[in-house]
């Protein structure tokens, strides 16, 4: 993706906000960018392969394939209040063993054969197409299937199964009570991507208020200069910038939001981060490095800052902290909190649209797709 022409002259106004209320004159497509990366520790828009946790909640606007993933795993951390999925998948998941964790739940769009092992109490698991091939173990929640069930699956701690096909012969679901042949809705799961396509873009668009200092192989990025709370930083070619450095540090001055564009299709990343645990959360959840052009992206190191990279395929093989939102990700290491947690403000001069938080995530924008299977029994 080339990088988009300023913004700034006269259409868009950019501030970062202290507080955690975002105005209604704000430009809708922003703002929802911004509310999922608050929501979400990971947004896959196209393939997830697994093989680490997540420590937040997830979304994958695709399919799920790989053995096993521990997602929500610190969701007992997470407090926006918003009812959502710890898990959110618009495609299919593969086999394999998926820890559900602190009584998170699971949407998927498709079919299913997947292994869910709902840890903790409440946790529900909606399944929009057939459930077929591993076991799923509910945990005092309520488990919806579209389609048929070809599977055994253990309704533990008084959960129930409401099934709009049939239990195919040979399996059992059992340990609570069943419904076959039912009226089943399964939420609509809302495209993420055009949303976070356009927030790089208008990112990538955004004057540079301050540059990077690089000495000795160690690259600071001050935000002393910072502009009401939002420093940003443009770097033209990105591997040639990773290439001339091995240390990265952040000086923040009190910024609520830093913005760091980074050109280049193909970029990897093996820097080491300076900084006492406690600072480096704290650039985690207020930096957002937007890699604009990327369609190729490693990271070799533990990396710190959230990761906005909608156009790429991108391989970590360490920890990420922050929100990340890839198009295509090859999960070698864990995803970790906190997310993102800035505030951008794009004002425009379109006729202002509210942000509706009740819409986010699982993308429910409607009442769904309504299946029925004969009569329930």
Do not use: C
């Amino acid at each position: 993706m080339s990088r988009m022409k300023p913004l700034l002259a006269g259409l868009l106004t950019l501030t970062a906000l202290s507080g955690a209320t975002l105005p209604g004159t704000a430009h809708a497509g922003a703002i929802d960018a911004q509310d999922l990366m608050r929501a979400y520790n990971l947004i896959v828009l196209g393939d997830l392969t697994t093989g680490h946790e997540v420590e937040g909640r997830t979304y994958v606007g695709g399919n799920i394939s790989g053995s096993a993933e521990n997602f929500y795993i610190r969701g007992n951390q997470v407090s926006d209040g918003l009812a959502l999925p710890a898990l959110t998948v618009a495609g299919s998941v593969g086999s394999g063993n998926y820890q559900i964790n602190n009584g998170g739940s699971v949407l998927v769009g498709g079919s299913s054969a997947a292994n869910f092992n709902m840890n903790g109490t409440g946790g529900n698991v909606t399944i929009g197409g057939s459930m077929t091939g591993s076991q799923t173990n509910m945990g005092g929640g309520v488990l919806t299937v579209g389609g048929n069930v070809a599977t055994h699956v253990n309704l533990n701690s008084g959960s129930s199964a409401v099934i709009g096909g049939a239990i195919a012969p040979g399996y059992h679901v059992q340990g609570g009570s069943v419904t076959t042949g039912a009226l089943v809705s399964i939420p609509v799961i809302e495209n993420h991507a055009p949303t976070m396509l356009e927030f790089t873009s208008q990112l990538a668009g955004i004057a540079a208020t301050s540059t990077a200092t690089i000495a000795s192989g160690k690259a600071t990025f001050s935000s002393a200069s910072a502009v009401d709370g939002l420093t940003v930083f443009n770097i033209a070619d990105g591997q040639s910038f990773f290439n001339a450095i091995n240390e990265i540090s952040f000086a923040l001055d009190g910024a609520t939001t830093v913005v760091i564009n980074v050109g280049g299709s193909t970029i990897t990343e093996n820097e080491n981060f300076l900084g006492g645990s406690a600072a480096l959360k704290a650039a985690a959840a207020n930096v957002i490095w937007n890699f604009y052009d990327a369609t190729s992206l490693t990271f070799n190191t533990e990396f710190w800052g959230s990761v906005l990279a909608p156009n790429a395929t991108v391989t970590n093989n360490n920890a990420l902290n922050g929100s990340v939102v890839v198009n295509t990700f090859l999960q070698n290491g864990e995803v970790h909190l906190p997310v993102y947690a800035g505030h951008i403000t794009v004002v425009t001069d379109e006729i202002p649209e509210p942000a509706s938080l009740s819409l986010l995530g699982a993308g429910l924008v409607g009442a769904g797709l309504m299946r029925r299977r004969g009569r329930a029994r």
